[in-house]
């Protein structure tokens, strides 16, 4: 048990629509990250909140956002979908004493 | 930036044989290693983590060796079974920077 929890689990977009996906963790998780997953692939960095601010950004272009609330839940919005975003989206947590950095089960998303 | 490594896209075993895995890594400023399993359709476990001011650290079954010298970090897994079979990934994140690079990851094929 991570202490990680995303939704939706799967999810089909059309190309151009918006999506928003989600996560929460346990309370103490300060930093979330959100990773990019293509199938065959590593997973890449897409950005990272530490108390609510954006603290550091990857290769990912602006429609990518995101957005992490008092409670420890984070949201993933991206607008325009292409079909290159196709992919498995992570949430990542990392407690407030750098503990080590655990991961959600993911949200797959398909964009047709 | 980061690159990160891994020797071998797919590594096979019979059960009950040690596996070592393999990962190279090029930045010097590289502060944090973690291994992650990851099964199909679900999101990276933490299998085990290692600091920079350690060459070794054991597990449950399992060993991570770091060789800062040649930047070249391994995990090893003892008595081999079917449950290890995977994609392992190596991560490494460096110091001021919170995010995780990943390689490209090795399959694990356990035989019986």
Not at chain 1, 86 to 111: D, H, K, P, Q
Not at chain 2, 94 to 111: E, H, I, K, M, Y
Request: charged fraction near 15%.
């Amino acid at each position: 048990e991570t202490g990680v929890t995303q939704s939706p689990t799967h999810l089909i977009k059309t190309r151009g629509q918006q999506v928003t996906l989600r996560c929460s963790s346990q309370s103490g998780h300060n930093t979330v990250s959100w990773y990019q997953q293509a199938l065959g692939q590593g997973p890449q960095f897409i950005f990272q909140y530490y108390r609510e601010e954006e603290n550091g950004r990857g290769n990912f272009p602006p429609r990518f956002s995101g957005l992490q609330f008092p409670n420890y839940s984070s949201e993933l919005n991206v607008n325009a979908l292409e079909l290159d975003d196709s992919a498995l989206y992570l949430c990542a947590a990392e407690g407030a004493s750098g503990n080590t950095i655990y991961f959600g089960e993911g949200s797959w998303l398909t964009v047709v | 930036g980061e690159s990160v490594g891994l020797h071998l896209p797919t590594l096979s075993v019979q059960e009950g044989d040690n596996s070592i895995i393999n990962c190279a890594y090029s930045n010097s400023a590289s502060d944090y290693f973690i291994w992650y399993k990851q099964e199909s359709g679900k999101g990276p476990q933490f299998i085990i983590d290692i600091r920079s001011n350690m060459d070794k650290r054991q597990g449950q079954r399992v060993t991570v060796l770091l060789n800062k010298t040649v930047k070249h970090l391994s995990l090893q897994i003892a008595a081999t079974q079917p449950g290890d079979s995977a994609v392992y990934f190596c991560a490494v994140i460096d110091t001021g920077r919170r995010a995780l690079t990943f390689g490209s990851g090795t399959r694990l094929q356990v035989q019986p």
